[in-house]
């Protein structure tokens, strides 16, 4: 009985002990899970900031980049607007008149150069048939006179020798006698033959005395037309000489004329030179620049790939530290869990420690009661309460203490990670100034390359021209020197003809004695004459002709002087509008990648800013659930609710965030692929840029060709009037020869 009342008695303090520990374990559980969810929180609000400022610094570097393309647009635009001012003002309207009016002298100049060499043709093609005609004339006339005196030479002969031989017939015998018989005989005769031998004597003296006569006759008339030819072949002879310094007189005003001619033409030849080198000199000026605001803007796109290299690169660093980030707030996650459930077999094994120990006092109490005496019981029973309340005491101890470990170790890992992202701040930071500065530099020893290689260029081109003008210098000065050997070998010719005509003035003089060709002479002398006067018109159409030709050779200067210049021009004019449209394609295509990056941008922003608001409403959410979780109307009830309602609060942050990790690196993907098109684009730009090199080389070869063409065309023109020239003298030369070989024919006859 007395047991059963003892036991009955003590039930009730036990029950209450048990009912006290459960509710206490309740209460620490209550008190220990908000603490660890406020913490939770607070480590992914922390992380939400870091994202944030990540997400602000890829937005200010993206605002930098904006800063920099805008500003590179306004210094295309402006450059763009420089350069067509400057084309502009190049190109005016007074311009495009000159060079009008200067392609209508070119066109003027070529169709009378045209028409120049369609009359020389024609003159020389009429003088040639005109030489022919008049030499098959002259050979037949020649042939008929010959033919004609020596018909009359042998009829004259042949009389003068029958008459010799009649009075030789007659009169040999008398020769033969004394005079003293031949006077006997004569009388003998007389008486014997009569009147018929006194006719035959008298008819013999008549003879005689008419033979005297006319040898006195013959040999005045000779003296007659010799003195008569000496006049003649002395006023000739006076008339070639004057019609000689006259013709050099005229010969050297002509080459005085020339030369001063030559030196005006070369004076203002070289003034062109000059204008014309200041002219490619300001040419060059201009295309350095251009090729120096081309290599800027190259410059300046590469920069701008470099930086686009660099903010993808940002970009990257900025992926894999948010990356990393959530893989720590992945492996945070991991050891909030790992401790509550270390947390909650911790109270687990104290509440059965609790249940064991207050089991083992029971059955002392109970073993005590049936021993001692009731007062002890109740002493007892008194002094049973004191080691159980230590037991709390010293749990909840522990769990404070445990709960203070979990609070310095979260502390220190945000300590840790604050300082890791502050590192990284100060490294990136320190990272971009290095590359500001590399770049800086790289940028000045680049612009003083292009500033060595344009003054490179300049030089080349200046020395180039030089070149140039020293050739077509060289070139004039050498056909100034044909053309001045041409004319002394024309002047040789000339006093070789003056020493032909005298040789034949003195053989003509040695060949007086000769009766028969008495009458023949005047009509030698005559031809003489015509022969030297078409000499002279030769000589003279020889001297027009070389003088025209001179003429000639300037224009055809003139006109490739013209014609390079035009060339220059209009290659300059190509050059600027094919830059003008290099430029214009870059804009567009930088202006496309621009708008492109800005799209992907943008929509990298939004989905940024979504997932920050998910991340928000999942940590509101969070703090609603801890601050709305019911408290447990009864002990028996409290613990179930926790132990279920701690993995559906420790999955519940999971699922959402796990969500916006899977939406990031969606977009991260997405980010990925609109830089592998930018790379694309890139590259397609590249080839586009290569196409446009390859065809500025075809087009520099056909250039090249060109001028090699017309280099080929214009040597092939001068060759041909060298040959014409050649032709000319060579026909003046066998004329020549022809004369000097019917002259010696008639000196033969």
């Known amino acids: 009985m007395a047991s059963a009342l003892n036991s009955k008695m003590h039930s009730p303090g036990t029950c209450s002990v048990s009912t006290a520990d459960a509710r206490g374990d309740a209460s620490w559980r209550m008190d220990c899970d908000p603490e660890i969810h406020v913490k939770m929180c607070k480590k992914i609000a922390q992380l939400t900031k870091v994202i944030y400022a990540l997400n602000t610094r890829q937005d200010e570097a993206e605002a930098s980049m904006e800063a920099l393309r805008e500003a590179h647009e306004e210094e295309l635009q402006n450059a763009v607007a420089e350069t067509k001012a400057s084309l502009l003002q190049d190109q005016g309207r007074a311009e495009e008149n000159i060079l009008l009016q200067r392609i209508q002298t070119l066109e003027n100049a070529l169709q009378l150069q045209k028409r120049l060499t369609q009359e020389a043709l024609a003159e020389s093609a009429t003088y040639r048939l005109e030489t022919k005609e008049r030499e098959l004339r002259v050979e037949a006339e020649h042939a008929e006179r010959i033919l004609t005196l020596s018909r009359e030479m042998l009829e004259l002969k042949a009389d003068y020798e029958k008459r010799l031989r009649h009075l030789t017939s007659h009169e040999a015998p008398e020769w033969g006698r004394?005079?003293?018989?031949?006077?006997?005989?004569?009388?003998?005769?007389?008486?014997?033959?009569?009147?018929?031998?006194?006719?035959?004597?008298?008819?013999?003296?008549?003879?005689?005395?008419?033979?005297?006569?006319?040898?006195?006759?013959?040999?005045?008339?000779?003296?007659?037309?010799?003195?008569?030819?000496?006049?003649?072949?002395?006023?000739?002879?006076?008339?070639?000489?004057?019609?000689?310094?006259?013709?050099?007189?005229?010969?050297?005003?002509?080459?005085?004329?020339?030369?001063?001619?030559?030196?005006?033409?070369?004076?203002?030849?070289?003034?062109?030179?000059?204008?014309?080198?200041?002219?490619?000199?300001?040419?060059?000026?201009?295309?350095?620049?251009?090729?120096?605001?081309?290599?800027?803007?190259?410059?300046?796109?590469?920069?701008?790939?470099?930086?686009?290299?660099?903010?993808?690169?940002?970009?990257?660093?900025?992926?894999?530290?948010?990356?990393?980030?959530?893989?720590?707030?992945?492996?945070?996650?991991?050891?909030?869990?790992?401790?509550?459930?270390?947390?909650?077999?911790?109270?687990?094994?104290?509440?059965?420690?609790?249940?064991?120990?207050?089991?083992?006092?029971?059955?002392?109490?109970?073993?005590?009661?049936?021993?001692?005496?009731?007062?002890?019981?109740?002493?007892?029973?008194?002094?049973?309460?004191?080691?159980?309340?230590?037991?709390?005491?010293?749990?909840?101890?522990?769990?404070?203490?445990?709960?203070?470990?979990?609070?310095?170790?979260?502390?220190?890992?945000?300590?840790?990670?604050?300082?890791?992202?502050?590192?990284?701040?100060?490294?990136?930071?320190?990272?971009?100034?290095?590359?500001?500065?590399?770049?800086?530099?790289?940028?000045?020893?680049?612009?003083?390359?292009?500033?060595?290689?344009?003054?490179?260029?300049?030089?080349?081109?200046?020395?180039?021209?030089?070149?140039?003008?020293?050739?077509?210098?060289?070139?004039?000065?050498?056909?100034?020197?044909?053309?001045?050997?041409?004319?002394?070998?024309?002047?040789?010719?000339?006093?070789?003809?003056?020493?032909?005509?005298?040789?034949?003035?003195?053989?003509?003089?040695?060949?007086?004695?000769?009766?028969?060709?008495?009458?023949?002479?005047?009509?030698?002398?005559?031809?003489?004459?015509?022969?030297?006067?078409?000499?002279?018109?030769?000589?003279?159409?020889?001297?027009?002709?070389?003088?025209?030709?001179?003429?000639?050779?300037?224009?055809?200067?003139?006109?490739?002087?013209?014609?390079?210049?035009?060339?220059?021009?209009?290659?300059?004019?190509?050059?600027?509008?094919?830059?003008?449209?290099?430029?214009?394609?870059?804009?567009?295509?930088?202006?496309?990648?621009?708008?492109?990056?800005?799209?992907?941008?943008?929509?990298h922003q939004k989905d940024l800013a979504a997932l920050q608001a998910q991340l928000r409403a999942l940590g509101s959410s969070g703090q609603q659930q801890t601050s709305s979780r019911p408290t447990g109307d009864s002990e028996d009830q409290a613990l179930p609710t926790e132990e279920q309602g701690e993995p559906s609060r420790a999955s519940s942050p999971t699922g959402p965030f796990e969500e916006g990790l899977s939406k990031g690196c969606g977009l991260w993907e997405e980010n990925l692929q609109l830089k592998d098109t930018v790379q694309r684009l890139r590259a397609e730009v590249e080839q586009h840029r290569q196409e446009a090199l390859q065809l500025r080389d075809q087009l520099r070869l056909l250039k090249e060709g060109q001028q090699s063409q017309q280099s080929q065309e214009m040597e092939a023109l001068r060759q041909e009037h060298r040959k014409e020239m050649q032709n000319m003298v060579a026909d003046f030369s066998s004329t020549q020869a022809q004369l000097q070989a019917q002259l010696a024919a008639l000196e033969n006859e």
């Open 178 to 603: 004394p005079p003293q018989e031949s006077a006997n005989n004569k009388a003998e005769l007389g008486q014997g033959h009569g009147p018929e031998m006194q006719e035959v004597l008298l008819e013999v003296e008549r003879l005689r005395v008419e033979n005297q006569q006319l040898s006195k006759d013959y040999a005045r008339k000779a003296e007659e037309l010799q003195a008569t030819y000496e006049r003649e072949n002395e006023a000739i002879r006076q008339a070639m000489q004057q019609s000689v310094s006259e013709a050099l007189w005229q010969w050297q005003e002509k080459e005085t004329d020339l030369r001063k001619n030559f030196q005006v033409q070369e004076s203002a030849l070289q003034a062109q030179v000059r204008k014309l080198e200041g002219d490619l000199e300001h040419r060059g000026r201009k295309i350095s620049d251009l090729k120096k605001y081309a290599q800027k803007l190259k410059e300046r796109i590469q920069d701008l790939d470099v930086q686009l290299r660099e903010a993808r690169q940002e970009n990257l660093e900025l992926k894999s530290t948010a990356k990393k980030l959530g893989e720590k707030l992945a492996v945070a996650k991991d050891r909030l869990m790992l401790q509550e459930c270390h947390v909650s077999q911790k109270t687990d094994d104290t509440k059965t420690e609790l249940i064991s120990e207050k089991e083992v006092m029971g059955e002392a109490n109970d073993l005590e009661s049936h021993n001692l005496h009731p007062q002890q019981d109740q002493t007892f029973t008194k002094a049973c309460p004191g080691p159980k309340g230590s037991t709390d005491t010293q749990t909840k101890k522990e769990a404070s203490v445990d709960t203070e470990h979990m609070k310095q170790k979260y502390e220190e890992d945000l300590r840790k990670i604050r300082h890791q992202t502050e590192e990284e701040k100060k490294h990136l930071k320190d990272q971009l100034v290095k590359r500001l500065e590399d770049l800086v530099k790289k940028h000045t020893v680049e612009i003083k390359s292009v500033h060595l290689s344009v003054e490179a260029e300049r030089k080349k081109l200046q020395k180039e021209v030089e070149a140039q003008l020293e050739e077509v210098k060289k070139k004039s000065e050498n056909e100034i020197k044909q053309l001045e050997e041409e004319k002394a070998a024309l002047n040789v010719k000339l006093q070789n003809s003056l020493l032909e005509v005298l040789r034949l003035e003195e053989f003509i003089q040695q060949n007086k004695v000769r009766p028969q060709k008495t009458e023949e002479k005047p009509q030698e002398s005559d031809c003489l004459r015509c022969r030297i006067v078409e000499t002279q018109a030769t000589e003279e159409r020889l001297k027009k002709e070389s003088s025209h030709s001179l003429q000639i050779q300037h224009q055809t200067h003139r006109l490739e002087l013209q014609a390079l210049e035009e060339k220059a021009r209009q290659e300059l004019q190509g050059e600027r509008e094919r830059m003008q449209a290099q430029q214009t394609l870059l804009l567009e295509s930088l202006r496309q990648e621009l708008f492109d990056q800005r799209a992907a941008c943008s929509e």
